[in-house]
């Protein structure tokens, strides 16, 4: 079956320009994942989706990162008014909870930014 | 101080060798630890997860987890060339187990 997509793969913006990266997450994965992966650092966690709601956000960086799910399926990450620093791979990830057993993350293959 | 802390290499080894992977973390709640495996452009992939402490075997691939220690391994036996890829560790907290922190990899090149 299909696994988690993401669009654009790749995306060179301007320095301001705002962005939206998009997350199609494997059917019926109630849970969704945000990461971003910069070079020689490891996937950083940005935000949790179960369904529609976020519990947990703590990860965006700024108030210039915000996210939304709809539908309990697709995801978007916008990101306004880009900065260099902001340069990285964005990562997606979905899976079923399983009532505090662990459970395996699928990921998607990235959308690679680049600000100029 | 970063929650994970992972050498980042490069590891290069010659085909067949056995590969040692390791992790150590600060935060002595973590129960659940995660090796997963990136090719290149790829996301990552799991590999091999355990629970608390222990050793767990699947195939060519040996987990193991010290929590006195706080420190985690993979072992890779009889390394093949299609091994070659960014290996990470994560981990989580069983009160916050959607949370994973991840280390930043380790890259490892098997030469046929």
């Known amino acids: 079956g299909a696994g988690v997509s993401q669009s654009p793969s790749n995306k060179v913006t301007e320095k301001g320009k705002d962005v939206e990266l998009r997350c199609d997450p494997i059917s019926g994965h109630t849970a969704l994942y945000w990461y971003r992966q910069s070079l020689g650092q490891g996937l950083e966690f940005l935000i949790y989706f179960q369904g529609n709601s976020a519990p947990d956000k703590s990860g965006l960086p700024s108030d210039r990162f915000s996210a939304e799910r709809t539908g309990g399926s697709v995801s978007t990450l916008t990101i306004q008014r880009t900065q260099q620093e902001d340069s990285a791979v964005y990562l997606c990830?979905?899976?079923?909870?399983?009532?505090?057993?662990?459970?395996?993350?699928?990921f998607g293959p990235g959308t690679r930014l680049t600000v100029t | 101080q970063k929650e994970v802390e992972q050498d980042p290499g490069p590891l290069s080894v010659p085909e067949g060798a056995i590969v040692s992977l390791n992790c150590t973390y600060s935060n002595s709640a973590f129960q659940y630890f995660m090796w997963y495996r990136q090719y290149s452009r790829k996301g990552p992939e799991l590999l091999m997860y355990?629970?608390?402490?222990g050793n767990k075997e699947d195939g060519r691939f040996t987990a193991q987890v010290d929590k006195s220690s706080k420190y985690i391994s993979l072992f890779i036996r009889d390394s093949q060339p299609s091994d070659s890829a960014t290996y990470l560790c994560a981990m989580s907290a069983i009160e916050n187990f959607n949370k994973f922190y991840f280390g930043s990899g380790t890259k490892l090149n098997v030469k046929p």
């Open positions: 355990t629970y608390s402490s």
């Open positions: 990830a979905s899976t079923i909870p399983n009532g505090g057993a662990l459970y395996e993350q699928y």
